[in-house]
């Protein structure tokens, strides 16, 4: 069973409410009236109902059945603003709050911690900062993760050839205990994908070949992740042919359990993250599906503004995995 088939089959009539805050984007509407008819999740709109469906009716798509939901006419405002008032503990006064809450990513978001939502799909039409930041301050993330990060699911071929790349979206130049937070998650990403997680934390240098302070940070993320979950396979610094060829393995790092067969690669910085897994796009033919928000307390998806429809009804196939998950 490919990838997505197998993602479609654990959430189909699962109920898995998805929240959408641009729902006067074509690429969302479309994406949503084919969850909503598969019968795999039930989407959530945010906007003003007379004007989503009038974008709607002019691309030629039914939204009946499908729940439109008005910041500015929600009945249950107050119970959000007092919410949010008490989760932003003091950064935030009543006034603030309700100004803020009319912003559409604030309000999907605050539906997803006040269990009105599982999910959160944002990011056709919003920055990234938009779509993270609502996600940051009020779902938060998990105990013992300090940041969240962005994983890409590579995938090639019929025989859905697969790998996690990651950190390829979210932080700049991650310290070593960040970087072996996010060497975890995306472990546990991989698990989500059926993707046997062996994780590999790149560098320029394999087992001491060079030495600088970044391969220094390398190596103590490496020990750090090692520590902080055992049960999964996580070695490092290697670099990329030491972690995904055999005989280079053999030669750079023949006691590794990973070296050679790993499945997971944990970039240094993003700079190296973003090139990398846009090099195995462009020049590998690997569709890269993400990014895919890690650390999170639930689910929040940030799509690019580049997506296409197709996108979307994936980004949203994989947060209602995640919410089912948590």
Do not use: W
């Amino acid at each position: 069973m490919e990838l997505f088939d197998s993602l479609k089959s654990k959430i189909k009539g699962k109920d898995l409410r998805i929240v959408f805050p641009e729902a006067k984007d074509e690429r969302i509407l479309g994406a949503v009236v084919r969850l909503y008819h598969d019968d795999l999740l039930t989407p959530i709109l945010i906007g003003d109902k007379d004007e989503v469906l009038t974008v709607a009716k002019e691309h030629g798509f039914d939204l009946t059945g499908i729940d439109i939901m008005n910041p500015n006419t929600y009945d249950k405002y107050d119970e959000m603003v007092e919410a949010f008032v008490e989760r932003r503990k003091g950064k935030a006064t009543e006034e603030q709050a309700r100004e803020q809450l009319r912003d559409v990513n604030y309000f999907g978001t605050m539906l997803v911690y006040m269990d009105k939502a599982d999910g959160l799909v944002s990011g056709a039409i919003h920055s990234t900062s938009e779509t993270v930041r609502p996600a940051l301050q009020i779902i938060k993330t998990r105990p013992g993760v300090s940041r969240t990060s962005g994983a890409f699911i590579m995938l090639r071929g019929r025989d859905q050839e697969k790998y996690v790349f990651s950190d390829c979206a979210i932080n700049p130049n991650p310290d070593a205990q960040v970087l072996a937070e996010i060497a975890v998650e995306s472990a546990r990403t991989a698990k989500m994908f059926g993707i046997d997680p062996k994780v590999a934390l790149l560098s320029f240098s394999s087992r001491g070949s060079a030495q600088s302070p970044e391969v220094d940070k390398v190596r103590e993320a490496t020990r750090i992740a090692q520590e902080m979950a055992p049960e999964f396979e996580i070695d490092g610094e290697l670099q990329f042919d030491a972690a995904f060829v055999s005989s280079v393995a053999k030669q750079k790092a023949p006691d590794s359990k990973v070296a050679g067969q790993a499945t997971v690669f944990v970039f240094p910085e993003l700079q190296s993250g973003n090139i990398g897994y846009k090099i195995a796009q462009r020049l590998g033919n690997f569709e890269a599906v993400g990014p895919i928000l890690q650390g999170l307390n639930k689910p929040v998806s940030d799509l690019s503004r580049g997506s296409i429809e197709e996108d979307v009804y994936k980004t949203a196939i994989i947060t209602a995995n995640q919410a089912l998950q948590n």
